[in-house]
């Protein structure tokens, strides 16, 4: 359970801070550069040793509560981020598995259950293209690889798609995340 003034590091992020408030499942965090942030509970680990956290030189732990309440208490500069947008928290899930595609799986053969899979693939990252939805994982499996080999390759022909192995504490090592770039020429 978190609290007011856990330091904690962000899941699947590059990010650390301390708890600056928690109201039902949304907690806010401020980070070591200043910025305010709200996650769910689930996104965050708490950090037990405490002497990582030194924001502005505090020498103890309440000190450091009271500058972060002052800090509260005063207006925020205007690029803060407080609040990530409901497309940043969506992640788009497609589970590729023949048996969740069709019914009628057993009478395919083997190039033909990829080539549903590979087209289905190909809609979705075209439906999130155009409805700017920056995230899709892939659930492939494990298998022996043919399938995954296949989505790279057609990852790899679009220049706003950048694919990466999913996260494996959540799928294993049968998904692919991708994410679509909103403006790809720059």
């Not at 301390?18 to 550069?33: L, M, R, S």
């Not at 709200?38 to 040793?49: C, G, H, R, V």
Request: proline share 2%; glycine share 6%.
């Amino acid at each position: 359970m978190l609290s007011k003034g856990d330091f904690v590091q962000v899941l699947d992020e590059n990010e650390e801070g301390v708890v600056i408030n928690c109201i039902g499942d949304q907690v806010t965090i401020e980070t070591k550069d200043g910025f305010v942030l709200n996650y769910k509970p689930s996104e965050l680990l708490k950090i037990a040793n405490e002497d990582k956290v030194d924001f502005k030189s505090a020498s103890t732990r309440g000190s450091v509560l009271e500058a972060l309440e002052s800090k509260v208490e005063s207006p925020k500069r205007s690029f803060t981020k407080e609040k990530k947008s409901r497309k940043d928290e969506f992640i788009l899930e497609v589970d590729l598995h023949i048996e969740k595609l069709t019914k009628d799986f057993k009478r395919m053969e083997k190039h033909d259950m990829l080539t549903l899979q590979l087209d289905t693939a190909r809609g979705q990252v075209e439906f999130a293209i155009r409805n700017r939805i920056p995230r899709i994982v892939f659930i492939h499996g494990l298998g022996e690889g043919v399938l995954k080999a296949e989505l790279e390759y057609l990852f790899s022909r679009y220049a706003e798609v950048i694919a990466e192995d999913a996260n494996y504490q959540k799928y294993g090592g049968g998904a692919t995340q991708i994410y679509i770039k909103q403006n790809p020429n720059r």
